[in-house]
């Protein structure tokens, strides 16, 4: 069963170097982080223990200012790696990683004690004494990423605690956490995350949320071998033909089409570790979004995000703000606007309560609630529309087929109105008054197009080329004398309608283009004359 494990600690205490040690592989690739000697960012590597368990390790970096890296690459793992210096002991980022893992949920891991090559022993009984207090449960194991020393008993030890280790979730609709995209020469783009339910194949649609961009997957890889279908558990490398690298960052979400729908509130039971203050930073996922929080009774609050997340009930979620101040469990992915102790307790206690629409035996069922709320915010759309146009687009999610006969509102086309609402002038009834006074047989400058097309569709101009428009009696005049010639002389060139018209050229080829865009004239080399259905 494949599971992903993420390191934690310090800076400098030799996380990566022990990764290197038991997988092979350095995964401070970045040229600062060489340079430095410092991990800036996650780094990635597989893990085959001996008895035949498939690990995927995420390096993370210790340092302080990194910690939001941190969170990203330990949100959706299985298991901890806990490293500490056996000659330093219990830091600053340790226990603040520690901090964060318990507020993710992962609850389960191994601690490493390094440097045993450079601590004597009663150093190393210390900093053990130290990691099984703060740790209770895990195997210590004192190792040495420089000489190799206790690797197979972390192997072990590793082996024994994830052979006790579900991947939680694991039949739920698809869902991955972007953690990097690149470009790849003749493959595109690529993008790799944890994948946390579900499973992915060559083939699948997946939507990008919240970008709400519809995918389809041309292959996977799990650690740089191609597979056919990856699960649950597993690093997942995915290549998406057609998307730019930029349209898919660390943060989206890769999720099973429908089933995951982005949300700017989410209702959560918090977890404090100081006072949790009115601004956060929430982390969920590999996203991390400012918010406001509205504190709700004693435990719980509401999230008001700056930018929507992909979340889930029973999501994890950490909240920083400068460091790590708590964390909190999600409630309700879709909240109402004014949530209340006794929903968020009812839901806590695992009464169903529906708000936003979910499908029930075939049926969506919603809350009158949300359908108040969702018709609210359509009505102040509309209000807010251009009264030339006085509609909004109507909702696109899955539901809302069954929706849209509750909202009393009418569709034309593939917008939503008011019942009998009527184009309107407003504000610009003076405008249009200006403009017809304007209205003769040479061209007038309309400057704006919307106006335009409405006064036209009432008959009180007549457009003519890119943005100018001619009065309505000016262009009947015109097209009488144009008629009247054809139908004597059979055709018209532009110079005989400029002098018949008494107007320059300028205006005598917009309202011939005009005449012919009507399908009144047909252009037969440098004259014109009558199509059929125009005479
Ligand atoms: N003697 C000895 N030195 C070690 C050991 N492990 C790491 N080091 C040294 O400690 C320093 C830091 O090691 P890293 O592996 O980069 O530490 P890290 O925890 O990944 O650091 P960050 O990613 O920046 O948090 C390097 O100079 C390593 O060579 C070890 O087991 N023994
Ligand atoms: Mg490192």
């Known amino acids: 069963m494949p599971l992903t494990v993420a390191t934690a600690g310090h800076i400098d ?31 990635y590597a597989p893990l085959e223990l001996p008895d035949g368990t498939q690990l995927s390790v995420v390096d993370v970096p210790g340092h302080e200012r990194f910690v939001r890296t941190m969170v990203a690459g330990a949100a959706g793992v299985d298991l901890f790696l ?81 052979s006790a280790q579900e991947h939680a979730g694991r039949d739920a609709p698809t869902r991955l956490y972007v953690d990097r995209s690149f470009t790849l020469r003749g493959i595109g783009t690529v993008v790799t995350g944890t994948l946390w339910s ?55 979400a890769l999720v099973a089409p429908g089933a995951y729908r982005p949300s700017y509130r989410l209702d959560v039971a ?22 406001r ?27 920083r703000a400068g460091t790590t101040v708590g964390g909190a469990v999600v409630l309700d992915a879709h909240p109402p606007r004014h949530s209340s102790v006794e929903r968020m307790g009812a839901i806590e206690r695992g009464e169903t309560l529906v708000h936003s629409p979910v499908l029930a035996d075939g049926a969506w069922i919603w809350s009158q609630e949300w359908l108040d709320e969702l018709r609210a915010d359509l009505e102040r759309a ?10 909004v687009p109507g909702p696109v999610e899955p539901w809302a087929k069954a929706v849209a006969p509750h909202l009393g509102l009418e569709r034309r086309g593939a917008k939503l109105y008011r019942p009998g609402a009527a184009a309107e002038l407003g504000s610009r009834t003076a405008a249009a008054a200006a403009l ?61 309608f400029r002098d018949l018209l008494g107007v320059g050229r300028k205006t005598a080829q917009l309202l011939l283009e005009r005449f012919d865009a009507d399908g009144l004239t047909r252009r037969v080399g440098d004259e014109r004359v009558l199509r059929r259905r125009g005479r």
């Not at 350095?26 to 600062?32: A, C, K, S």
């Open 13 to 43: 205490h030799g996380k990566t170097t022990l990764v290197e040690a038991l997988t092979g592989k350095n995964t401070d690739r970045l040229p600062e982080e060489q340079a430095r000697g410092i991990s800036i960012d996650l780094g």
């Open 82 to 162: 806990l490293v500490i210096d056996a000659n330093e002991g219990a830091r600053p980022q340790t226990h603040e990683h520690l901090a964060v893992l318990r507020l993710l949920g992962v609850e389960r891991g191994i601690v490493a004690l390094t440097k045993s090559d450079v601590a004597d022993a009663d150093t190393l009984e210390l900093a053990r004494a130290e990691a099984e207090e703060l740790v209770p449960g895990a195997a210590v194991v004192a190792v040495s990423g420089r000489t190799g020393a206790g690797l197979d008993d972390l192997r072990a030890a590793l082996a024994a605690t994830a």
């Open 198 to 252: 579900g499973s992915i194949g060559e083939g699948d649609e997946l939507r990008v949320e919240p970008r709400g961009r519809t995918v389809r997957v041309r292959s996977v890889q799990v650690h740089d071998r191609p597979v056919e279908r990856a699960n649950a558990g597993q690093r997942v490398a995915i290549a998406l033909p057609g998307v730019e690298r930029s349209d898919v960052r660390r943060g989206d």
């Open 270 to 291: 918090l977890e404090p570790l100081a006072d949790i203050p009115a601004r956060v930073h929430v982390h969920h996922g590999t996203a991390d979004v400012l918010a």
């Open 293 to 319: 929080v509205i504190i709700v009774g004693d435990r719980y609050a509401q999230l008001r995000l700056a930018a929507p997340v992909v979340a889930a009930r029973g999501d994890r979620v950490v909240l």
């Open 382 to 391: 509309i209000d807010a529309a251009d009264p030339l146009d006085p509609g």
């Open 436 to 496: 017809e006074a304007q209205l003769g047989l040479e061209p007038v400058k309309v400057d704006d197009p919307a106006l335009a097309r409405f006064l036209e569709e009432q008959g009180r101009l007549v457009r003519v080329g890119d943005g100018l428009a001619v009065a309505p009696s000016a262009y009947e005049r015109a097209r009488d004398a144009l008629v009247a010639e054809c139908e004597a002389a059979g055709r018209i060139t532009l110079a005989r």
